[in-house]
DNA sequence: CGCCGACTTGAGCAATCTCAATCATGGTGG
DNA sequence: CCACCATGATTGAGATTGCTCAAGTCGGCG
């Protein structure tokens, strides 16, 4: 699955859209600010701070790029509102999503200090600000913090599990499976009965769960059938323990 | 897709298989041993020795499990000789392939201290030997060893690029693609006409490539025209460079 | 020799993609 | 305030890809 943005897949910020107003200058962040990153909630104020120093906020719009694959990696961002999503562009040219960060999360790689490359394309999805920690004082204080050290191992751990779910989910459900799953992450806990808003378009739901904007739309439409209300990005599930029942039942037809 | 094993899914090691003999007993491993592991390969001697008091080398057979997904972590293991695959299991009863480890690498994710479960199951493909280390005294070394524990981080990052290709790959190439560059990563490098063995049965790297075994059959069939021959496990490529260019064109029919 | 497992091949089917037309919907300018 | 446009979403029809089921081949091993 690719995704295909509105411009051209190959070149989708080759051309500023037109309109579009000067990226706005950074602003100096507070350590405040720092401890809003998840990486960031066990660590000892006095690190923190010493991380602040000349930590950063920008603000993106939609469609900005934040950093290239293949590029040097020259800091370490964080989400403080918005989404941020993560591609890959294969040899084909085709690009490949690879996830979406949103607030809080860290995007891309921990640096640790030798001369490392982005692994994936950052461009923001609507309105964002990101936090970014230059890459040389982080890696220095990485170096004298067993906690910061900590840190990171338990954080990509995380982004282990994460894509070890990922693929899973793409090696063994089909595209119904996978967006009755998608919805199901999204419910609040704890109701059976819910209604909330799609985080992002649909373009970029399909995206995530690996399949065109039209399979996509036929999955929401045979969702219906088991208590799924969609109109345009308000989503309303009858009963969220009955859709989980049902999630194994999309699965191919047994014979 | 799903790894079906000649045995059922879902139960490939409830029956033991006939005739098998008890699994070795396990052997105390030097420090010598755990040098081989990549983990380890910047680590000084006092911290591997240190590591290696009670670790042990097992040997399995094929088909034999050494941990499931979602048991407690107990040990840190590499592979010393062999392979092991590494599977999880959907909710849906369906088992799909995350990974296969080979010699020096590490089998699951290094323990960190908090009560930890398994993200995958592991087993052996076909006879093994594999290195255990104790997850208390590792935990315990972890935190001492600056160096250990930038190990780990360089290792996780490793994870993550591979599975990050892993869904990049997935998510844009098709099935002859998949094989295609499969079979370039095989190839020794140097050369453009080579020769050489799968590493494991056709089942296993259907499996790998996220295809049943007669798409694989079929895929193998189609790179025939790209000059590449097999013979049940050998494999001879006419030229490299030839086959890394037509890596593309074996994309979707482009109109 | 005959069996078994691994592999291959064929035919039909199901899931998904592609292409194309249509339908909201929200914003913009007149 | 409304016509209009751009964008996202839906729907339909047909092509493709990969899966399922089933049969057949091949090679090794008891």
């Known amino acids: 699955m690719t995704i295909e943005t509105g411009h051209a897949a190959q070149s989708y910020d080759a051309v500023p859209r037109k309109g579009r107003p000067a990226r706005r200058a950074p602003q100096p962040a507070g350590s405040g600010e720092l401890r809003k990153a998840l990486l960031f909630a066990d660590i000892d104020d006095g690190t923190l701070s010493r991380l602040s120093a000349d930590a950063r906020i920008e603000s993106l719009q939609d469609?900005?790029?934040?950093?290239?694959?293949?590029?040097?990696?020259?800091?370490?961002?964080?989400?403080?509102?918005?989404?941020?999503?993560?591609?890959?562009?294969?040899?084909?040219?085709?690009?490949?999503?690879?996830?979406?960060?949103?607030?809080?999360?860290?995007?891309g790689e921990a640096p640790t200090g030798g001369d490392e490359i982005h692994l994936v394309s950052a461009e923001s999805v609507g309105a964002t600000r990101v936090l970014k920690l230059p890459a040389p004082r982080f890696v220095r204080l990485l170096k004298e913090s067993?906690?910061?050290?900590?840190?990171?191992?338990?954080?990509?751990?995380?982004?282990?599990?994460?894509?070890?779910?990922?693929?899973?989910?793409?090696?063994?459900?089909?595209?119904?499976?996978?967006?009755?799953?998608?919805?199901?992450?999204?419910?609040?806990?704890?109701?059976?009965?819910?209604?909330f808003r799609l985080p992002y378009d649909k373009r970029l739901i399909a995206a995530r769960l690996g399949v065109k904007q039209e399979t996509l739309s036929r999955a929401f439409a045979k969702l219906r059938a088991h208590g799924v209300r969609t109109e345009t990005r308000n989503v309303q599930v009858e009963s969220v323990a009955h859709l989980a029942d049902q999630c194994d039942r999309l699965g191919p037809s047994q014979h």
């Open 63 to 107: 469609g900005d790029t934040l950093f290239r694959q293949g590029a040097g990696v020259t800091d370490l961002s964080f989400v403080v509102s918005g989404y941020v999503k993560l591609t890959r562009i294969a040899p084909s040219g085709r690009q490949a999503l690879i996830g979406i960060r949103s607030i809080g999360e860290m995007i």
């Open 146 to 195: 067993p906690a910061l050290c900590a840190a990171v191992i338990r954080n990509s751990k995380e982004s282990i599990a994460r894509l070890v779910g990922e693929i899973e989910t793409l090696k063994s459900q089909n595209a119904d499976q996978r967006l009755a799953q998608f919805i199901l992450s999204l419910c609040p806990p704890g109701e059976d009965r819910c209604r």
